[in-house]
């Protein structure tokens, strides 16, 4: 195994007279890390023994950042029917259609039709008939439940074990955004770059709540969340090919664009009556969002100088906790609209897609190792002048 000098040394070049430079120049912080990358080898097999060691620890880094998209999960549920439901009932009943209202093609969670007090007492005392029929319930008026709830499965959840429920569901959201303040505690700052650390924000936004409401998908929640983790495998063979092919700048905004383009698309062709189209639709969003998200790491390391090329990368990443804090709280849109977090995502979509513009390309260009380097490739950037240009203009 051998050992790399703390500098390299430089041999001295002759003058066209033939004599040594008595100055020679010395070697630059660049000049000796692409020495020393050349020297070691750029990516063989220790490099891919290495990665493969760092994706373990990475992949059970999802298991508990991301566990709460169940864990924390809504259960579908319903007012329970103290006049008609019994021990045996189950969460689809007949006697629903008089007795509880529709939200959104189900049954509604928290209200159902008041019951008539003097009917039943005739009914009960004089008759002795069943109460539970359409001529017992007043469609007019609506009750929030006080009787309990009777759940469709028996899914064992933060809001199943504690009764988290109706006005309390705001408490569910909030589990997601406590995960998520934890884990910005836990990252290192550094310095700060503003429009890094808004597109970081947009899209730990995005992503992580394009998993979170994959949930609301016609099928099994557990079939569509896993669904959403298989697509970000040709999101991320997506966004390799066109960073390649078309650049850091554009690849990042033409993906951006798309995904807000295919969120409004799902909330346009209403699930209800397309299913089937609208949850393509939604998988197509987040593989594409997830290759956008691979861009962004890439471009965010390359716009860096080296020598701060870590703490402003792990600063972005922090930054972007706070769009993942925000993403278990989009759920309670839903309530107002049913696409409002769709419509939420669209926008912060376009908006990011429009800034991506503002960055300089980093494509074929030598990676910069100080912070003038780093400012030189502002140059690049629409609209951008070089020193020498404006003094000639002026």
Request: glycine fraction near 8%; include cysteine.
């Amino acid at each position: 195994m051998f050992k790399l000098q703390n500098t390299l040394e430089v041999v001295p070049e002759k003058s066209e007279s033939g004599l040594e430079d008595e100055n020679p120049p010395l070697p630059t912080e660049g000049c000796q890390l692409d020495a020393i990358i050349v020297k070691i080898g750029q990516f063989g097999r220790f490099q891919i023994t290495n990665y493969l060691l760092l994706c373990l620890p990475i992949i059970c880094n999802a298991f508990y950042s991301i566990s709460y998209v169940f864990t924390a999960s809504e259960v579908a549920y319903r007012c329970n029917i103290t006049q008609c439901d019994t021990l045996e009932s189950s969460y689809d009943e007949p006697f629903l259609n008089f007795t509880t209202p529709q939200r959104h093609g189900v049954w509604d969670h928290c209200e159902h039709y008041a019951f008539r007090p003097d009917l039943e007492a005739v009914l009960h005392h004089y008759l002795g008939a069943d109460p539970c029929n359409n001529r017992s319930f007043d469609v007019g008026q609506r009750l929030s439940c006080d009787s309990g709830f009777i759940l469709r499965q028996d899914e064992k959840t933060i809001a199943s074990e504690f009764g988290i429920f109706c006005s309390e569901r705001w408490k569910l959201s909030m589990v997601g955004t406590v995960n998520n303040i934890g884990q910005f505690i836990g990252r290192a700052l550094g310095g700060r770059i503003a429009l890094c650390c808004f597109v970081w924000l947009i899209h730990t936004l995005i992503a992580l709540g394009l998993s979170i409401h994959s949930g609301a998908l016609n099928g099994s929640k557990f079939e569509n969340f896993s669904m959403t983790g298989f697509m970000q495998v040709p999101g991320i063979l997506l966004g390799t090919f066109l960073m390649h092919w078309i650049g850091r700048r554009w690849a990042l905004t033409s993906c951006q664009f798309t995904c807000a383009t295919l969120i409004l698309a799902v909330a346009a062709t209403d699930e209800g009556e397309l299913p089937q189209i609208s949850s393509i639709l939604f998988f197509l969003a987040k593989m594409i969002s997830t290759g956008s998200f691979m861009i962004v790491y890439f471009f965010t390391s390359e716009i860096f100088p080296t020598n701060c090329r870590n703490s402003l990368l792990s600063f972005c990443s922090c930054m972007g906790r706070f769009g993942s804090m925000l993403a278990p709280q989009t759920t309670l849109l839903i309530d107002y609209y049913e696409y409002a977090p769709h419509l939420l995502f669209a926008l912060f979509g376009f908006t990011c897609s429009g800034l991506s513009l503002f960055f300089p390309e980093t494509s074929n260009k030598v990676l910069p190792t100080t912070l003038e380097e780093a400012k030189a490739l502002d140059r690049s950037m629409p609209g951008a002048k070089s020193k020498s240009e404006k003094k000639s203009a002026e």
